[in-house]
RNA sequence: GGCCCCAUCGUCUAGAGGCCUAGGACAUCGGAUUUUCAGUCCGAGUACAGGGGUUCGAAUCCCCUUGGGGUCACCA
């Protein structure tokens, strides 16, 4: 009978969702869904911000995103709760107690002035530093007299010097410490609240974890929460240490704090640039306020959950030697800690990007025509300007977009197609004046087209095409004489997708119109 | 610096002694298709950090070196 698989994902009300704690968190929920068990969300507000709700709502937010629900949790309870560090106090304490009558943790009365003094000149004589456990010599009554005194003291666990701590981590395989070599961890504070090292451990062994995945970066701590563990007489959890990730270009752990450093990347400078261009006109700030390391720039600008969740998925785990897009059960259905790669991995904006692309294009027109619809709404919104869309005219754009849409976001660089009747397009400049200035042929030409277009019947694609390949037929000229022009005049641009189409899709009116304010532009 | 971890194409990875003259994907570069761009199709280049072992045989096991990283708080 093996008991039932309890992981869980323990963030800190920080404000915002790291991508890559959202993978840790991806993998705990996937190991937790693999076997059918519990995935439980806790939050590590030992630090007592003052807003905590605030800063908790873009996490829930990001899990609720991707999909990743919690059976347990800070908003939903459970038989383990309260799942606020914050309110777990009276179980650290008794642990503290459990731990101080079975001598496994003293008090120490040494100040932090006195520790630091010790461990300066411990690094002064090259030595390896570990608590001088003055405070171990002091007799139950000459503690219980400093203790009323009023001096402060904190909670140190003894740790067993004689020995080795030895983990059998799920993903990195025997690693050990020498005890000798480690000082005791403090386990309370001198002002009565407790280390994270401490509570995690508290809080793991009563919610009854069986899987603690985490960072890397972790590992170390691990020492120190194993030797915890045993002297609480808890079944030690399995450890799983997954590879942190890292930035593009560096092989340093991907962090906020290196922001400006991250902007140098060129691959990320691409969505910074993004941001710019798409938040602002959405009312979503910029790249200021959302970056490529949160959760939700990827949300605000439309990726789709099951290419994030395939990137993230990818990223320090694989399913065999050739498969590259998988969906969340198939993930589920094969995640195994096993298959979890040592090596730190570097977040590739470019891979993301081809996996949302993927899944993009997998997506029903229903549904693409949704999500582009809620940017144009939005964009309406900010604007204060309501031009109804329609839907049909709509999912025949998107169709005509094809690949060229890749996030929902991407449908704001057509305007073109949105403007109200009579309104002005706005020119690409230098394609302007390569095809109409300087091809100084093709205002003539376009004229010319102009008559044939406007009565062309029925007004379709392959119609117009027919009709402008006569045209260039009939004028000895070079297809690409025209086409150019034509597509410029008609959308501003010098690239987008099929011409005919376009023309088909934009209607006769518009074309017309726009054809003649393009003329009368050339002068 | 101590301790710990890691090491296959530029990047993500496959590889658990012979299936590897190392496979896939992204990116890159060609070529084809096309009115442009995106895409699609075809093709190319690019990797086992180095050195010692073990073995008939090593990307795979062991050791050393080198390199990279993490962590060393009354932070989380």
Not at 256 to 262: A, C, T
Not at 481 to 492: D, P, S, Y
């Amino acid at each position: 009978m093996t008991v039932p698989v309890r992981t869980r994902f323990a963030p800190s009300p920080t404000g915002y969702m790291h991508i890559g704690g959202m993978r840790t968190a991806l993998f705990c929920w996937l190991w937790a869904r693999h076997n059918a068990g519990t995935f439980i969300l806790r939050i590590d507000d030992t630090d007592q911000q003052r807003h905590v709700e605030e800063a908790l709502e873009p996490i829930f937010r990001a899990f609720r995103w991707l999909g990743l629900n919690w059976d347990e949790g800070p908003d939903i309870g459970g038989p383990f709760g309260p799942y606020y560090q914050s309110q777990r106090s009276h179980l650290y304490k008794d642990a503290v107690e459990k731990l101080l009558a079975a001598g496994f943790a003293y008090r120490d009365f040494d100040t932090p002035e006195q520790i630091a003094a010790d461990r300066q000149a411990a690094e002064a004589a090259k030595q390896n530093y570990v608590t001088i456990r003055r405070s171990l010599e002091l007799s139950p009554q000459q503690q219980a007299d400093l203790t009323g005194q009023g001096k402060p003291s904190v909670v140190r666990l003894l740790v067993p010097r004689d020995k080795k701590v030895a983990v059998d981590d799920a993903v990195r395989g025997h690693v050990e410490w020498d005890c000798a070599l480690m000082p005791d961890p403090v386990l309370m504070r001198s002002d009565g609240s407790f280390l994270y090292n401490f509570a995690t451990v508290v809080d793991d062994a009563q919610m009854q974890i069986t899987h603690i995945i985490r960072a890397e970066e972790h590992l170390t701590n691990t020492a120190v929460q194993a030797l915890l563990h045993d002297a609480l007489g808890n079944p030690r959890p399995v450890f799983a240490h997954i590879p942190f990730i890292t930035a593009p270009g560096s092989n340093k752990k991907l962090s906020k704090r290196d922001l400006q450093k991250l902007k140098n990347s060129p691959a990320l400078k691409k969505m910074f640039d993004r941001a710019d261009e798409i938040l602002p006109q959405l009312g979503w700030g910029d790249s200021s306020t959302l970056n490529p390391v949160m959760v939700e720039y990827y949300e605000r600008l439309g990726y789709l959950p099951a290419g994030i969740l395939n990137a993230l998925s990818r990223l320090g785990w694989s399913l065999d030697d050739k498969t590259e897009h998988l969906s969340l059960d198939t993930v589920i259905q094969n995640f195994t800690l096993d298959r979890i790669v040592k090596a730190p991995a570097g977040f590739d904006p470019e891979k993301l990007q081809s996996y949302q692309a993927y899944w993009m294009n997998q997506l029903p027109l229903e549904e693409k025509i949704a999500g582009c619809d809620k940017y144009l709404q939005r964009r309406q919104e900010v604007a204060v300007t309501n031009t109804p869309i329609d839907r049909q005219y709509l999912g025949r754009l998107i169709t005509m977009l094809g690949e060229r849409l890749r996030v929902f976001s991407d449908i704001l660089d057509y305007p073109e197609f949105f403007l109200p009747a009579g309104a002005a397009l706005t020119y690409d400049e230098k394609a302007f004046q390569q095809r109409l200035v300087t091809a100084t042929e093709a205002p003539g030409l376009l004229k010319k087209v102009a008559e044939l277009i406007t009565v062309a019947e029925p007004f379709d694609a392959p119609t117009l095409d027919k009709t402008v390949h006569d045209f260039v037929v009939a004028e000895g000229i070079k297809i690409g004489q025209i086409v150019h022009a034509l597509r410029i005049a008609v959308t501003g641009k010098a690239v987008g997708a099929g011409l005919f189409e376009t023309l088909a899709l934009l209607g006769r009116e518009t074309c017309v119109e726009r054809i003649n304010a393009t003329l009368a532009r050339c002068g």
